[in-house]
């Protein structure tokens, strides 16, 4: 079945870039989504990609997509503490009319 | 997202107790979900609807039941409570694509914290 890998921590320094990996197994994905949790509550939508496109970027944001190697990376330019959260890759799966499969999250800590 | 709510935040109960979250979206939007999120272990999949006669199940539906009791309301059910359904539980919505919305994505509601005694 389709899954999403991420790795579970990252830690950079604030004024730093940061980037978060995320890299998924079904090659006919439509969308790739990145959602961001701050402490406290839900998942709120990020940014997304089309599967057409290999870059996107908005403002700090920068999504990078490569379709070979099923990679997606999200790079946040400028990280400030309130950039701390959980961030999930998520990928509309193989099927159609089936739930995104989401990634387990990554935890960015950024330290002043 | 203030177009998805749930209620209550925060629970707490006793083991055997029923249970029931409520989830209410204004977003006009046909598809439903629960999940559960544990440290380490991501969002899991409880149950989801794509419309109202819709419901299936997800990755750990056992000891879980939901209602899709209109298009704006889906709530999720513990029958009997145990200490291991000690999670936050979150409800979300997508569009199927009809009102013009980008298709699948979701957006998720504040979250209940629930405690199993």
Redesign the interface.
């Known amino acids: 079945g389709e899954d999403v890998e991420q790795s579970?921590f990252l830690s950079v320094r604030e004024g730093d870039s940061s980037v978060i990996n995320c890299t998924y197994t079904d090659s006919s994905s439509?969308?790739l989504?990145w959602?961001k949790q701050e402490p406290g509550?839900?998942?709120?939508?990020l940014t997304?990609i089309f599967s057409n496109m290999d870059m996107k970027q908005d403002q700090r944001l920068t999504v990078l997509l490569n379709k070979k190697d099923k990679h997606l990376s999200l790079r946040i330019a400028d990280t400030q503490t309130g950039d701390s959260a959980i961030y999930?890759c998520?990928e509309?799966p193989l099927l159609g009319?089936t739930?995104?499969v989401?990634?387990?999250?990554t935890r960015l800590s950024v330290i002043a | 997202?203030a177009d998805?709510t749930q209620t209550p935040r925060n629970r707490i109960t006793k083991t055997g107790k029923r249970i029931m979250l409520e989830c209410s979206q204004t977003k006009g939007h046909d598809r439903m979900?629960w999940y559960r999120q544990d440290p380490?272990?991501?969002?899991r999949?409880i149950y989801?609807s794509?419309d109202v006669k819709d419901i299936n199940k997800?990755e750990i539906s056992d000891g879980y039941s939901v209602s899709r009791q209109a298009q704006a309301k889906f709530s999720l059910s513990l029958e009997s409570a145990i200490p291991n359904q000690t999670a936050l539980y979150?409800c979300?919505t997508?569009d199927s694509g009809t009102s013009g919305s980008?298709?699948?994505?979701?957006?998720?509601?504040?979250?209940t914290r629930l405690t199993v005694l």
Not at chain 1, 102 to 105: A, E, H, L, P, R
């Open positions: 579970l439509t969308y989504y959602y509550a839900g998942l709120q939508l997304y999930f998520a509309t009319n739930p995104l989401f990634g387990k999250g | 997202d998805v979900y380490g272990l991501g969002l999949l989801y794509f997800g979150f979300a997508s980008t298709p699948d994505t979701q957006y998720f509601g504040p979250g």
